[in-house]
């Protein structure tokens, strides 16, 4: 055992410089990420990103161009050894998007195979199936196939299977993409409760910004291979780094508008909304405005700009309204049901500071 | 395909041809190693093997292009039924004719004729002395019946053995090769064993036999000479039958997603416990009639035996072309149903196997 007290050997998962390459692509590049035992850590960013690349290095699937991963001080993956510990004996387990269960095997048969494989005796097999039916809740499918039950019953059995033999790490690819809304919700607490239940360090790959921000103990927003940006999701929320997380996460999405100085205002549309020394010494900024901050109408004699009606929705008593001006979308909130026919003009008003400012390449400028 | 095999093709120029004296490459080949020209008879192989390779590269480039191809999975076909109208009936009449004609008919044949003591009268004194009779009567020059014939009881057993023993070396090593060029798919590795794998294709059966005899003629270093075993034939089967083998390994394999083998690699398991647990129970149903191909052609073939086969080791298919030479036409003619009888026995005992062990496809 290696001594508990050197602080970075405590981290259950440590990420260093890691990079892929597939052939001249560099799917992850230079990725650093650890955190702390027990911990969720939701990989979200759009298709493409390398998420599922990473969440595959992490499993041993796939081995790293560069770089470094260690899983409670032990190094697993490397670039210079290649998967150092077999995908088998890492102590980790992957919930795959596509469930892959084992056809040809009941679910109990699924659930009991790799406990077999762990060499369990039959009665620790048997208890432990009983066990994870149980907390899964579908002790009453354990004798049917999975061409038998649905898709939902499904994820529940591979959640089941993957934590039967109590890994220290769970790993899950986009677990419930392939479930509809009011089950996916469902599976999002229910797959916190596991969490907890078996005290595991979590991976979880997503491209939803709402389960990002639900489940998370820390997100990393990856985007062209690259984090953007990692930490607590109430962080990465309230203080982004960039553009691309201000506009990924978030319900509803932040507003960006290009702006440019005139004498001491920035003016959109020649509509001045925000005083120049908000960005000192820049001339064209971007002005991140949350849709709170956007009232639908007039609104004293606040900075107006007036666009086309092209949807709303409601929540909670409001409604999200998206108004067209030019080709900017903008989002802004109004009091009660918003009604209105695509087209209309529809007047913004904007709060008298923006939440942020940042340079027109997306990097955030802090006043 | 159809050009190739028909050069390449033994049993029906030996015995359509027979009483015609027509010769073809192949029994040419047959008939030079058969009265020890052997060196001539390899100098054919080769030649034959030339032609049906030319012609195969021909057809190859004919259709080149269709190298890709996509497996349908998930939800499965659904079938169409539409109404035929007032064709229902001269439809039905038609198929049942073409039916009847090409499959059946010749089998009533065939049954009459091993009944009929004259060939040219199939239908009047029919006697079951060429099946079960006692030997040393005035019919067939004085032989027994098929099944008190010891020699015949011998090769029909010499057959069953063969064709399980290379439908199971056969199917094994093609599911090991698919395996290899599914996994590796893109690797130097993959293409060379995927193009090895389709080279027998390209060999004529009775020039593959040629081969074989040449290779294992003679001893090679510690290994004894194999010409004559039972082991030859099931290596050059093998070897002969490994492009289908390889081809049904890699369509079934291609059907089950790397996923389902990924989530037991995490587990722990290894290669083995994979095939064994994993990707065999899965792969059994298209294995299998893979398999009932290979042993239906091995029961057949004639082309593959003529050669390697000797007294000692007859086979059903190289028994019934001998009695066709001599002209026993009842004898040959109940020993092909035999064939037939087992090929159909196999077919319907793979359909059984595959619906018993595969209750969770329903």
């Known amino acids: ?367 | 395909m159809t050009f190739a095999g028909a050069v390449a093709n033994f049993a029906a120029p030996a015995l359509l041809g027979l009483p015609v004296r027509m010769q073809t490459l192949s029994t040419r080949l047959f008939g030079m190693i058969e009265t020890g020209e052997t060196e001539r008879g390899f100098v054919l192989a080769l030649l034959l093997i030339a032609v049906s390779a030319a012609l195969l590269f021909c057809s190859d480039r004919l259709v080149a292009g269709r190298k890709a191809f996509t497996t349908v999975t998930g939800k499965g076909g659904r079938i169409k039924r539409f109404p035929l109208g007032v064709w229902r009936w001269p439809l039905f009449a038609a198929a049942l004719v073409i039916g009847l004609a090409t499959s059946v008919l010749p089998v009533l044949v065939l049954a009459a004729s091993s009944l009929a003591p004259q060939g040219g009268a199939l239908f009047s004194n029919w006697t079951l002395h060429f099946w079960i009779g006692e030997g040393g009567g005035a019919l067939a020059q004085g032989q027994a019946g098929l099944f008190r014939n010891p020699m015949i009881v011998e090769a029909l057993w010499n057959t069953m053995k063969l064709g399980l023993t290379v439908a199971l070396t056969t199917m094994l090593l093609g599911l090991a090769l698919a395996y290899t060029i599914v996994r590796n798919k893109g690797t130097w590795l993959a293409t060379v064993l995927s193009q090895l794998a389709f080279l027998p294709l390209l060999v004529p059966s009775i020039a593959f036999a040629a081969a074989y005899i040449a290779l294992f003629g003679a001893p090679i270093g510690p290994l004894p000479s194999l010409y004559g075993t039972f082991a030859l034939l099931v290596l050059a089967a093998t070897a002969h039958n490994l492009p289908y083998a390889v081809q049904s390994g890699r369509s079934v394999l291609g059907q089950i997603s790397n996923d389902i083998e990924e989530s037991a690699r995490l587990t722990g398991a290894g290669l083995l416990t994979r095939l064994v647990f994993i990707i065999f129970p899965l792969t059994i149903r298209g294995l299998l009639a893979g398999a009932i191909l290979v042993f239906v052609k091995m029961v057949r073939d004639l082309s593959l035996v003529v050669l390697l086969f000797t007294a000692t080791s007859p086979v059903l298919s190289m028994v019934a072309y001998r009695y066709a030479s001599e002209g026993f036409m009842q004898f040959a003619n109940a020993i092909t149903l035999v064939i037939l009888v087992i090929c159909l026995a196999a077919s319907l005992a793979a359909h059984l196997i595959q619906t018993r062990v595969q209750k969770w496809k329903q």
Not at chain 1, 108 to 121: E, F, M, Q, T
């Open chain 1, 1 to 367: 055992m290696a001594p508990a007290s050197t602080a970075p050997a405590q981290d259950a998962i440590r990420i260093s410089q890691l990079v892929k390459r597939f052939g001249d692509v560099a799917a992850v590049k230079d990725v650093n990420i650890s955190v702390p035992r027990g911990a969720f850590l939701v990989l979200v960013g759009p298709s493409g990103c390398g998420k599922s690349t990473l969440l595959r290095m992490l499993a041993g699937l796939e081995e790293p161009s560069a770089g470094e991963i260690a899983f409670v001080g032990r190094t697993v993956s490397s670039g210079t050894g290649g998967v150092i510990a077999d995908a088998g004996a890492r102590d980790a387990g992957l919930v795959f998007q596509s469930y892959a269960l084992w056809p040809h095997m009941t679910v109990a048969g699924n659930i009991a195979w790799p406990l077999k494989v762990a060499r369990w005796s039959k009665a620790d097999r048997n208890a432990r199936v009983e066990e994870v039916l149980a907390l899964l809740g579908i002790s009453a499918l354990r004798d049917r196939y999975p061409a038998e039950i649905s898709g939902g019953q499904q994820q529940r059995v591979a959640i089941a299977r993957t934590i039967a033999p109590k890994p220290s790490i769970l790993l899950f690819d986009e677990p419930l993409s392939n479930l509809d809304a009011k089950l996916r919700i469902e599976m999002r607490s229910e797959l916190m409760r596991i969490h907890r239940a078996t005290g595991a360090t979590s991976v979880y790959v997503t491209h939803d910004q709402v389960e990002a921000m639900t489940m998370a103990s820390h997100v990393a927003v990856l985007n062209h291979g690259r984090v953007e940006q990692f930490g607590a999701p109430i962080d990465l929320l309230r203080r982004p780094t960039t553009t691309f997380v201000a506009s990924f996460l978030g319900t509803p999405p932040a507003n960006l508008l290009p702006v440019t100085r005139v004498q001491d205002r920035f003016v959109f549309a020649d509509v001045a909304l925000a005083p120049a020394a908000f960005a000192a010494g820049h001339e064209r900024v971007q002005l991140l405005y949350r849709a709170q901050d956007i009232a639908v109408g007039r609104v004293g004699d606040g900075h107006q700009l007036v666009g086309r009606f092209a949807e709303a929705a409601p929540i909670a008593g409001q409604s999200m309204v998206t108004v067209m001006v030019g080709d900017l979308r903008l989002t802004g909130m109004a009091e009660g049901f918003f009604t209105a026919t695509p087209g209309d003009e529809v007047g913004l008003s904007f709060s008298s500071t923006p939440d942020a400012a940042f340079t027109m390449e997306g990097e955030r400028i802090d006043p």
